[in-house]
C-alpha cells in the first residue's frame, strides 16, 4: 500500500478485507440488495479509475471494484503470479460474503479473473474478461514495453498533472486525465514490472479454454492487444464463451467508449445473473508456497 495521498477522492463506499495474508481494498457502489459485480482492473489502475463505469451500473448492480494487490490502497504482495491474484479473488468474495458475483476483469484484470474462473469454477458467477493481453510463451510481446510503464509510474511520484498523462492517453477527458494524475502512484513499481514480466511467461490460454458458460470476451476492434486473428483463436478455444467486439475502441474499452461497452456488457449481466440454478459446493482454496505472499 502507498503512502501517497490523492486529492482526488472517491464517491465508492471503501471496503477493507483480510484475504491471502493481504488488506485488500475494494470501492462499493450501489444497494446490498442487488446482484453483486465485482471489477478487477488492469495493471495501473487503481479501484477508483473505473468510478465513471461503476456509477453508471450501480442502479441495477452492487458493484465492488478492487485494488488489485499493490495497487491503490490493497497491500503489496511477495508474488504476483496467476495463482496467487486468483486466491485473493476468492478469499476476498468469502470475506465479503459474495455468492458467486459476476466478475468483470479488463486488462491485467481480465487474466485475474481468468484464472479465478478456472481455479475456483464453483466460486464463479458470469464472467466478463474484456481486452486480456494474449501475450505467454511463444507468442508475440505485450505491445506496451514495460519502460513506459515504469516512466508513467514515476511521472505520477512527481507530482505530474493531468496534461503529463496526456501524452499516455491522448483521448482521455481532463477529468479521467486528473483521477489517473492523482493515484497512479498508488501502483507499486515492482507489482507493475511482475505483473507485465508474467505477461510474457504465463498462458492465459491455459485458464481460458477452463472457463465453462456464462463468460463473455469483449475486445476493441481499435486496439493492438487482441486484434482479428487474437480474437478468433479466442473464439475457436472455447466454444462456450460469447465474444463481443467494440470496434471503434482500443484497448482501454470503457475510456474510448463508455456507451458501447456498456451495451455489450449491461445485457450479458442482467440476462446471466437472473435465474441461476442453485450453487454447487464451492471449491476448496489450494494450498500456496508459504513464502509466496
Known amino acids: ?168 492517453f491522448p483521448t482521455w477527458t481532463q477529468e479521467q486525465l486528473e483521477l489517473r494524475a492523482a493515484w497512479l502512484g498508488t501502483c507499486d513499481e515492482t507489482a507493475v514490472v511482475e505483473t507485465h514480466r508474467l505477461f510474457h511467461e504465463e498462458d492465459f490460454f491455459e485458464d481460458w479454454v477452463r472457463l465453462h458458460s456464462p463468460t463473455l470476451f469483449v475486445w476493441g476492434g481499435a486496439g493492438p492487444v487482441v486484434g482479428e486473428t487474437g480474437a478468433a483463436e479466442v473464439a475457436a478455444a472455447n466454444p462456450a464463451a460469447e465474444v463481443a467486439v467494440l470496434p471503434g475502441a482500443g484497448h482501454m474499452l470503457p475510456w474510448d467508449d463508455l456507451a458501447g461497452f456498456l451495451a455489450i456488457v449491461r445485457p450479458f449481466l442482467a440476462r446471466t445473473l437472473h435465474g441461476r440454478g442453485a450453487p454447487g459446493g464451492a471449491d476448496p482454496l489450494p494450498e500456496t508456497d508459504g513464502g509466496a505472499r
Open 1 to 168: 500500500m502507498s503512502t501517497h495521498a490523492p486529492p482526488t477522492q472517491p464517491v465508492g463506499r471503501s471496503r477493507t478485507v483480510e484475504a491471502n495474508g493481504l488488506r485488500l481494498h475494494f470501492l462499493e457502489y450501489g444497494a446490498a440488495h442487488l446482484p453483486a459485480l465485482v471489477i478487477l482492473p488492469g495493471i495501473t489502475s487503481p479501484a477508483v479509475t473505473w468510478e465513471f463505469v461503476a456509477l453508471e451500473l450501480a442502479s441495477e448492480f452492487r458493484v465492488l471494484t478492487m485494488d488489485v494487490r499493490g495497487r491503490g490502497l490493497s497491500e503489496r504482495g511477495r508474488s504476483y503470479a496467476r495463482e496467487e491474484l486468483a486466491r485473493d479473488v476468492a478469499e476476498a468474495l468469502a470475506a465479503l460474503e459474495l455468492d458467486r458475483p459476476a466478475v468483470l476483469g479488463h486488462s491485467a484484470g481480465a487474466r485475474i479473473a481468468a484464472a479465478f474462473g478456472a481455479l475456483y469454477p464453483a466460486l464463479r458467477g458470469p464472467l466478463v474478461v474484456a481486452d486480456p493481453p494474449l501475450s505467454g510463451p511463444g507468442r508475440a510481446p505485450y505491445p506496451t514495453p514495460v519502460e513506459a510503464f515504469v516512466e508513467s509510474l514515476r511521472l505520477a511520484r512527481a507530482g505530474a498533472s493531468a496534461d503529463d498523462m496526456r501524452p499516455f
